[in-house]
């Protein structure tokens, strides 16, 4: 049966970022925190069980509301088993700016492709600052182990535009002794200034560079955590390649070193109105309605690509069926994500009878391909899962996703709410 477009009202799960640093904040405040919104995706999930090992106590009210008994920023425990933290990049590369100042012994582990993710770029800097940090190939991979005390302030020019870097030399800059300054290529997602700012600490940021004063302490407050515009960002997609669809997506985060897939999408052409745009806790939120246009082909390089660098794998796919071709260049940050997804997009696509060539630092897309029904994988990464999920509904005959329960790491309800867009026109 062919789709007869995709139509109807969701609301997007809370944004996996903010969701993760709603509970390490509030672990290390004074007092209380109250989050509401909260992502209870796996990822977010792993964040939990490690601050409970670390002593906290974390009561999940409902899968959306957190309360977090803050410990105080010295107050966390020595853990007496690994911190595993699943498949989440940012959870293991935070938690280590955290447990920076503490002489208690941790050791750190995930999954496979937490083991092949590069972590040298927090390691090190970490370690000159002070900290006791080894692990497999000189502290690159997992496992990792690690004991802090006496950090000291630092300047770093990080050679990555990544918020996981800057997030987690900044949380051991405000442990540490004097200021602490980061300093990236290109901006990257500032949700941790701003929530620590929320906190009641004081963050300085001029251009590209970021500074901290050591010494500061968090006091409990409420997070009200918007929608996650990654997780929208497949439905913006689906909404716009998929004829006769309308979609209104509520309440999505539009915090601007995030929206690099409106300007894009806008960019090809597609039909994106912005609704009610308000600002709660920090993060400013707004109510997205999409419907489908043709799509025309487009560039998206550099300081673009922290903007919208986990939306790669879906505007890929949108740019299959956008007129000419698209070029995604600088973003070799893509090899080093949940898998290669320079591979993983492009022989996923390609079995589906798209035209993508892979390049260094990105892939050049020919667009204007029909795709068809095929056997592909999502190879355990879950924006892999949707953005299939989302070509199997243009795709003529029958797809089958290997591994598709991977999309709960980010999005527990995507398939209910793909299901959902379907019935209810
Ligand atoms: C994240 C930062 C990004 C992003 C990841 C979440 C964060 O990674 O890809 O999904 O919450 O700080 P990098 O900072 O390594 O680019």
Redesign the pocket.
């Given at each position: 049966m062919t789709l007869q477009g995709l139509n109807g009202v969701i609301q997007v799960p809370g944004d996996k970022?903010i969701s993760?640093r709603s509970v390490m904040f509030g672990s290390i405040a004074e007092g209380t925190t109250t989050i509401s919104g909260f992502l209870p995706g796996d990822d977010c999930l792993s964040t939990i069980s490690c601050f409970r090992k670390l002593g906290v106590e974390i009561e999940v009210v409902n899968e959306e509301t957190v309360i977090v008994k803050g410990r105080g920023i010295q107050g966390l425990q020595e853990p007496t088993e690994v911190l595993d933290v699943g498949n989440s990049?940012?959870t293991i590369r935070l938690i280590m700016g955290i447990l920076s100042n503490t002489a208690h012994h941790h050791t750190l582990i995930g999954d496979e492709s937490i083991a092949k993710r590069p972590m040298k770029r927090v390691t090190d800097p970490l370690r000159s600052m002070g900290i006791q940090l080894d692990g497999r190939e000189e502290g690159n991979f997992t496992p990792l182990s690690l004991r802090g005390g006496n950090v000291k302030g630092i300047t770093y020019k990080s050679p990555v535009a990544?918020?996981?870097?800057k997030?987690a030399i900044l949380l051991a800059g405000l442990q540490a002794e004097g200021v602490t300054t980061v300093i990236e290529p290109e901006k990257?997602?500032d949700h941790t200034e701003r929530m620590l700012e929320a906190f009641g600490v004081q963050v300085k940021e001029e251009g590209l560079s970021v500074s901290i004063e050591g010494g500061q302490t968090l006091t409990g407050t409420h997070i009200e955590v918007p929608g996650d515009i990654s997780s929208a960002a497949f439905f913006l997609v689906a909404g716009s390649i998929i004829s006769n669809s309308q979609i209104e997506l509520k309440k999505v985060g539009m915090n601007p070193t995030r929206t690099g897939i409106l300007d894009v999408l806008l960019n090809m052409g597609a039909s994106i109105e912005e609704k009610n745009l308000k600002t709660d806790v920090a993060e400013p939120f707004a109510d997205l309605v999409v419907k489908s246009a043709p799509l025309k082909g487009t560039e998206v390089g550099g300081d673009l690509i922290?903007r919208l660098?986990?939306e790669i794998p879906i505007i890929a796919l949108a740019a299959t069926q956008a007129q000419g071709t698209t070029v995604i260049k600088d973003a070799a940050?893509l090899k080093v994500?949940e898998t290669n997804r320079i591979d993983t997009v492009v022989n996923e696509l390609n079995k589906m009878g798209a035209n993508i060539e892979a390049t260094e630092d990105g892939m050049i897309i020919h667009g204007g391909t029909p795709l068809h029904g095929a056997s592909v994988n999502s190879h355990g990464d879950h924006r892999i899962g949707m953005m299939l999920a989302v070509a199997s509904c243009i795709a003529e005959g029958e797809t089958i996703i290997k591994n598709r329960e991977a999309v709960s790491v980010s999005y527990p309800s995507f398939f209910a709410h793909l299901d959902k867009l379907k019935g209810s026109k």
């Amino acid at each position: 049966m062919t789709l007869q477009g995709l139509n109807g009202v969701i609301q997007v799960p809370g944004d996996k970022s903010i969701s993760h640093r709603s509970v390490m904040f509030g672990s290390i405040a004074e007092g209380t925190t109250t989050i509401s919104g909260f992502l209870p995706g796996d990822d977010c999930l792993s964040t939990i069980s490690c601050f409970r090992k670390l002593g906290v106590e974390i009561e999940v009210v409902n899968e959306e509301t957190v309360i977090v008994k803050g410990r105080g920023i010295q107050g966390l425990q020595e853990p007496t088993e690994v911190l595993d933290v699943g498949n989440s990049g940012t959870t293991i590369r935070l938690i280590m700016g955290i447990l920076s100042n503490t002489a208690h012994h941790h050791t750190l582990i995930g999954d496979e492709s937490i083991a092949k993710r590069p972590m040298k770029r927090v390691t090190d800097p970490l370690r000159s600052m002070g900290i006791q940090l080894d692990g497999r190939e000189e502290g690159n991979f997992t496992p990792l182990s690690l004991r802090g005390g006496n950090v000291k302030g630092i300047t770093y020019k990080s050679p990555v535009a990544s918020a996981q870097v800057k997030s987690a030399i900044l949380l051991a800059g405000l442990q540490a002794e004097g200021v602490t300054t980061v300093i990236e290529p290109e901006k990257s997602r500032d949700h941790t200034e701003r929530m620590l700012e929320a906190f009641g600490v004081q963050v300085k940021e001029e251009g590209l560079s970021v500074s901290i004063e050591g010494g500061q302490t968090l006091t409990g407050t409420h997070i009200e955590v918007p929608g996650d515009i990654s997780s929208a960002a497949f439905f913006l997609v689906a909404g716009s390649i998929i004829s006769n669809s309308q979609i209104e997506l509520k309440k999505v985060g539009m915090n601007p070193t995030r929206t690099g897939i409106l300007d894009v999408l806008l960019n090809m052409g597609a039909s994106i109105e912005e609704k009610n745009l308000k600002t709660d806790v920090a993060e400013p939120f707004a109510d997205l309605v999409v419907k489908s246009a043709p799509l025309k082909g487009t560039e998206v390089g550099g300081d673009l690509i922290p903007r919208l660098i986990d939306e790669i794998p879906i505007i890929a796919l949108a740019a299959t069926q956008a007129q000419g071709t698209t070029v995604i260049k600088d973003a070799a940050e893509l090899k080093v994500k949940e898998t290669n997804r320079i591979d993983t997009v492009v022989n996923e696509l390609n079995k589906m009878g798209a035209n993508i060539e892979a390049t260094e630092d990105g892939m050049i897309i020919h667009g204007g391909t029909p795709l068809h029904g095929a056997s592909v994988n999502s190879h355990g990464d879950h924006r892999i899962g949707m953005m299939l999920a989302v070509a199997s509904c243009i795709a003529e005959g029958e797809t089958i996703i290997k591994n598709r329960e991977a999309v709960s790491v980010s999005y527990p309800s995507f398939f209910a709410h793909l299901d959902k867009l379907k019935g209810s026109k």
